[in-house]
């Protein structure tokens, strides 16, 4: 939990189509690397610690379509996504953040936005909040945490499992900076209600911007 162990692994969900090839990552543990979607494949990945001529943001993704039953969002900190159609979205806990509920399922959620970055390095931060939040969660597992490339700028992927009142719960999350502002998209939802969850946070994913 200290230190990066230079495994390769990562998730930053949804499969890519044939003609998308998946970026390389890095992680602290590693199972097997998922395949990436669409916005996280725009550019090639560069190995972690490397420079990256065009470290800028790449363009915008909103002007693509809105997947059909989402809708278009803008959070704090000026973070563009999209969120399922008729979820009630209301501010969040925690800086710079948004959350848009399930009507028909309040324990399925997804929280979105945008802060300023804390001085302490990306991936170190979350590797420091975890060690934390891990010991006040009943039945935490860590499925990975680590770096990808995203939109061109290092992120942060994490994702894991927990109790809650004797429900499991699953999330997964991402975390990136530009200019000073820390953004992140992030989906939860009772374990058995996962993999009906994916879609969204795909699209979370896929739509975000910056």
Same mark, same amino acid.
């Given at each position: 939990?200290?230190?990066?162990?230079?495994?390769?692994?990562?998730?930053?969900?949804?499969?890519?189509?044939?003609?998308?090839?998946? %970026?390389?990552?890095?992680?602290?543990?590693? #199972?097997?690397? !998922? $395949?990436?979607?669409?916005?996280?494949?725009?550019? &090639? =990945?560069?190995?972690?610690?490397?420079?990256?001529?065009?470290?800028?943001?790449?363009?915008?993704?909103?002007?693509?379509?809105?997947p059909?039953?989402?809708?278009?969002?803008?959070?704090?900190?000026?973070?563009?996504?999209?969120?399922p159609?008729?979820?009630?979205?209301?501010?969040?806990s925690? %800086?710079?953040?948004?959350?848009?509920?399930? #009507?028909?399922? !309040? $324990?399925?959620?997804?929280?979105?936005?945008?802060? &300023? =970055?804390?001085?302490?390095?990306?991936?170190?931060?979350?590797?420091?909040?975890?060690?934390?939040?891990?010991k006040?969660?009943?039945?935490?597992k860590?499925?990975?945490?680590?770096?990808?490339?995203?939109?061109?700028?290092?992120?942060?992927?994490?994702?894991?499992?927990?109790?809650?009142?004797?429900?499991?719960?699953?999330?997964?999350?991402?975390?990136?900076?530009?200019?000073?502002?820390?953004?992140?998209?992030?989906?939860? =939802?009772?374990?058995?209600?996962?993999?009906?969850?994916?879609?969204?946070?795909?699209?979370?994913?896929?739509?975000?911007?910056?």
């Amino acid at each position: 939990m200290s230190a990066v162990v230079g495994a390769v692994l990562l998730v930053a969900p949804k499969e890519s189509g044939p003609s998308t090839a998946a %970026p390389s990552t890095t992680y602290i543990f590693a #199972p097997p690397p !998922p $395949a990436f979607g669409p916005a996280d494949s725009v550019t &090639p =990945a560069r190995r972690i610690g490397t420079a990256d001529p065009d470290s800028r943001p790449r363009p915008s993704n909103v002007a693509l379509p809105v997947p059909e039953g989402f809708q278009r969002v803008a959070g704090p900190g000026g973070l563009v996504t999209t969120v399922p159609k008729g979820w009630a979205i209301a501010r969040s806990s925690g %800086p710079g953040s948004v959350q848009a509920t399930d #009507p028909a399922d !309040p $324990a399925r959620h997804v929280r979105y936005g945008g802060a &300023p =970055a804390p001085a302490t390095d990306l991936l170190q931060s979350h590797v420091d909040y975890e060690a934390v939040f891990a010991k006040s969660r009943s039945g935490f597992k860590r499925l990975s945490l680590g770096t990808t490339q995203y939109h061109g700028v290092l992120a942060v992927d994490w994702e894991f499992e927990h109790d809650s009142a004797g429900v499991r719960k699953h999330v997964h999350s991402m975390y990136w900076r530009i200019d000073g502002i820390e953004y992140f998209v992030y989906a939860a =939802a009772n374990a058995d209600r996962w993999a009906e969850t994916v879609p969204i946070y795909h699209a979370l994913i896929d739509n975000a911007s910056p």
